[in-house]
């Protein structure tokens, strides 16, 4: 299997001379891709019928009728973070497979569930499970899909498969709270830019933090490694939900399945939102005015796209879009750092610095 | 503390003449929530609000309205048995703790999921969580729980406690898969009574098997020993489910919690059902057509009391009553067997044969 990758052939050079403009995003998610859907389809088909059939549907797989689909299967940024996290303990990125696939599974458990607490309709450009085949079955295969990323690692027998393990076991615990506060938010007026972090950082960054993690466990990173990778994907985590907060608000609906003005419509405390009414001054005070009316109104279902436009410049004036930009920036800055305090492969170092500049420049 | 059986000070007799009629099944099944329940709201503490205090409420430790309160924890067979469990391999009760909270944070994941999933609005004479608390909070405090059962155990950081991870993860898979054919058999006309314990054994005999084994794993027993002591719990827990099946037809509402004829009114598919539709004869016959009607019917949830009365009284004219009764016994004939491959101290052994004797003849 060609990784794009092994060919180049490079002498070893320094950590920070390696140009990393010389990587290719596309092949290294493609390898990620390549290397766990087999393991992840194996794992799926494990579970009894329909779950089997359902989670089949989940992953696109297969349509709404059973028949065969090529559906998009996301961004696979985790898979790719958790082979290139191997490759950082020095291990082959074959080593991080299991770990690629039980992060997988345990984002995948939070979708079906999220998107049955939060009554989203669609995803990646598909009725959701809930929709589709029923709450009791979102449930279900969520609940499913978690015992089998356990399963998954903890069948490997080793000590280093039970402190992955506990790792991911920690991040679904975190997701776990960001997704009750996030709930929480909804039905709050006001809610701080620090309290918006903390939340992203449980729901987003956790997880990220370890996909990059899970792999060099696996090929038996010691703590401080697995710790100090985990501070890159924490971080890169919040740089790459910055970035989402700010598709969910001005993105492309082709390009990101989403509805126009996605999180507006579902009255999201992001972080453009927050940061705008935190800001002060006549624009983030019109907004706070216009949210206050929103949350009481009978009639918000029925808002027309200029509604949600004005609002979305309102933001803007305030300066909720210019400041989670520089906040992705920062939040990449901070995860770049961090490589240091590991010692790497150079292509690795480069390949991982590639992939968080890829994350605050993407477009879905 | 005492236990109400360090005090005997029996010598050591072989164990198959052990007189079980001397065990205290309340003292047995006391030291079991003494020894768990601090270890358990200990862990509900750590969970982020509002779920510590939505899972407060599904434990019975406050009310609706967040006053504390004394409610019915259920039975605690389960931590009964991972005590028991750590000292059928030569180990402090204590050691079989962290399985005992372990079993029952999965147990009671189990119980918020499945009763948000069959919307059953009663549990242990409470309104259930999703209807207090709404469904979200059923969905994302049952997630939590299952994640912390597995962090209770990694923390624990040895090789067996990944074992005994392991164990617990597979349990809950066949309790997941239990409970997607249960579901399934809702929407079938005819399921076979192999059919109904396959869902049995998973749903209620692998966790309850698991129990019986997870102490013994963290005490340090080999895998032969964990298997056998999971035989004896897995036919104890198709016992202890042939008892529920008849208790959620012929169980005295005070008793059990539940409403008069609980899994008729439910269209369940459970043991004595099953085994009248597959006797055959007339009351057989009856019954089937009754139920093919009911399936269809618009006013099954309008049926009066002697509705309900008619269709349990022709299972028991069939024999489903009889036969589920025999089930009881032969599933506690063979757990009591399996208990002969492993070499214990005798009053363990006395003190699980009194408790599958206990399950059998319990009257909630």
């Known amino acids: 299997m060609s990784t794009g990758m092994e060919t180049r052939g490079e002498p070893v050079t320094p950590a920070n001379t390696v140009d990393d403009t010389t990587v290719d995003i596309a092949a290294l998610l493609e390898r990620g891709r390549t290397l766990s859907t087999p393991v992840l389809k194996a794992a799926v088909e494990?579970?009894?019928?329909?779950?089997?059939?359902?989670?089949?549907?989940?992953?696109?797989?297969?349509?709404?009728?059973?028949r065969p689909a090529d559906g998009d299967g996301g961004k696979a940024v985790r898979p790719a973070l958790a082979l290139l996290s191997a490759e950082a303990a020095g291990a082959a990125p074959e080593v991080g497979v299991p770990g690629a696939v039980a992060v997988e599974l345990v984002h995948n458990f939070?979708?079906?569930?999220?998107?049955?607490?939060?009554?989203?309709?669609?995803?990646?450009?598909?009725?959701?499970?809930?929709?589709?085949?029923?709450?009791?079955?979102?449930?279900?295969?969520?609940?499913?899909?978690?015992?089998?990323?356990?399963?998954?690692?903890?069948?490997?027998?080793?000590?280093?498969?039970?402190?992955?393990?506990?790792?991911?076991?920690?991040?679904?615990?975190?997701?776990?709270?960001?997704?009750a506060q996030d709930i929480s938010f909804e039905h709050r007026e006001r809610v701080t830019v620090d309290e918006c972090l903390e939340m992203e950082g449980n729901k987003t960054g956790a997880l990220l933090a370890c996909a990059v993690s899970i792999g060099a466990v696996l090929g038996g990173a010691d703590d401080r490694t697995a710790d100090t990778l985990e501070a890159y994907g924490y971080h890169l985590g919040l740089a790459f939900q910055a970035v989402d907060d700010l598709l969910g608000i001005w993105g492309d609906p082709d390009a990101t399945g989403k509805q126009t003005w996605s999180d507006l419509r579902q009255r999201k405390k992001s972080l453009p939102v927050v940061a705008a009414l935190a800001a002060g001054g006549p624009a983030s005070e019109r907004l706070a005015e216009l949210l206050a009316a929103d949350a009481k109104s009978n009639d918000f279902d029925s808002f027309s796209e200029q509604e949600f436009a004005a609002r979305a410049a309102l933001i803007e004036e305030a300066g909720g879009r210019d400041w989670t930009a520089q906040e992705a920036r920062r939040q990449h800055a901070v995860a770049i750092e961090a490589l240091d305090g590991v010692d790497m492969p150079p292509q690795v170092r480069a390949q991982l610095t590639a992939l968080a500049d890829f994350v605050v420049v993407r477009k879905r």
């Open 46 to 66: 494990r579970l009894a019928p329909p779950m089997d059939t359902v989670a089949a549907y989940h992953f696109g797989w297969i349509d709404a009728q059973g």
């Open 110 to 179: 939070s979708l079906l569930h999220d998107d049955l607490m939060d009554g989203d309709e669609q995803r990646r450009h598909r009725d959701t499970v809930w929709k589709v085949h029923g709450p009791a079955q979102a449930i279900l295969v969520g609940d499913a899909l978690f015992a089998l990323a356990n399963e998954l690692l903890l069948e490997i027998g080793t000590v280093e498969a039970g402190r992955a393990t506990r790792r991911l076991t920690t991040a679904t615990r975190k997701l776990i709270d960001g997704q």
